[in-house]
C-alpha cells in the first residue's frame, strides 16, 4: 500500500485506473494493486462445482408430489426443498451413488427393489409393495450414469394399475450405466397424493 497525492487532473477519473486502485482511508488517498480472484479449478472443485449443478437440473426436471414429498420433509426443519434436496444428497452425487430422489407421502412403502441386465436395450426390474400392488401404480426413473454429454435428467416409465413384477424397461442405450429408481403411487404420478420413499440402484442396460 502506497500514500499518495493525486494531481488534480487524476480527480475526474474513476477509482481504478489500470490494475491500480485507489481509495481513502483515514483522509488519505491510498493506492494498491487490483487482485485477482483466484479460481482454481483443481479436479476436487471442479467436481464439487458439477455435483451441486447436477442436483439442482434435477431438482428443476421434476415435479409434482416429488416436490411434495420433499418440501414437506424441508418444512420440519425450516428450510426449502430444493435445499434440503441438494443438502441430504451431495455427497451420493459426489460420489457417484444413487441419491434419494424421494421422500415418501403417507405410509407406502416398496419392501423390496432390484434391477438386472435385460435384452438388449433393456433393464428388468423386480418388486414388492408392502401390502400387495392391487390398486397401485409403480414408477421407474432412469438416468445415465456414465454420460459425458450435456445434462440428461431422468426418463420415467411407469406402469399400469396393481403392476405385476417384474417390470422391463426398454429404449436404453445397450449396455450404458444407468441410474434407476423406483417409487409406488396410489394412482397414475400425475395425480397421485402418496408416494413411497425412493430405492435406487445401479444397473447397465442389456448389450
Not at 37 to 57: A, G, H, I
Not at 90 to 104: D, I, N, S, T, Y
Request: hydrophobic share 35%; aromatic share 10%; proline share 5%.
Amino acid at each position: 500500500m502506497a500514500d499518495v497525492r493525486l494531481n488534480p487532473v487524476f480527480e475526474a477519473f474513476k477509482k481504478q485506473i489500470g490494475d491500480l486502485v485507489f481509495y481513502e482511508l483515514n483522509g488519505k488517498t491510498h493506492v494498491r494493486r487490483k487482485g485477482t480472484p483466484k479460481n482454481p479449478k483443481t479436479p476436487e472443485q471442479v467436481l464439487v462445482r458439477n455435483s451441486l449443478s447436477e442436483l439442482v437440473r434435477d431438482w428443476s426436471s421434476m415435479n409434482g408430489i416429488m416436490h411434495l414429498g420433499w418440501q414437506a420433509w424441508a418444512s420440519k426443519k425450516k428450510m426449502k426443498g430444493n435445499n434440503a434436496y441438494s443438502s441430504e444428497n451431495f455427497e451420493k452425487q459426489r460420489a457417484g451413488e444413487p441419491v434419494e430422489l424421494f421422500k415418501p407421502v403417507g405410509s407406502l412403502k416398496l419392501s423390496s427393489f432390484s434391477a438386472l441386465p435385460g435384452q438388449s436395450s433393456e433393464i428388468t426390474c423386480s418388486f414388492e409393495i408392502t401390502g400387495g400392488s392391487s390398486g397401485r401404480f409403480i414408477n421407474f426413473f432412469t438416468k445415465r450414469r456414465d454420460s459425458e454429454t450435456e445434462h440428461e435428467g431422468f426418463t420415467m416409465h411407469s406402469s399400469a394399475a396393481s403392476p405385476e413384477s417384474p417390470f422391463t424397461i426398454n429404449g436404453l442405450i445397450p449396455g450404458a450405466e444407468y441410474f434407476v429408481y423406483a417409487v409406488a403411487t396410489n394412482a397414475e404420478y400425475d395425480n397421485a397424493t402418496e408416494v413411497s420413499a425412493s430405492r435406487g440402484v445401479i444397473c447397465a442396460a442389456g448389450n
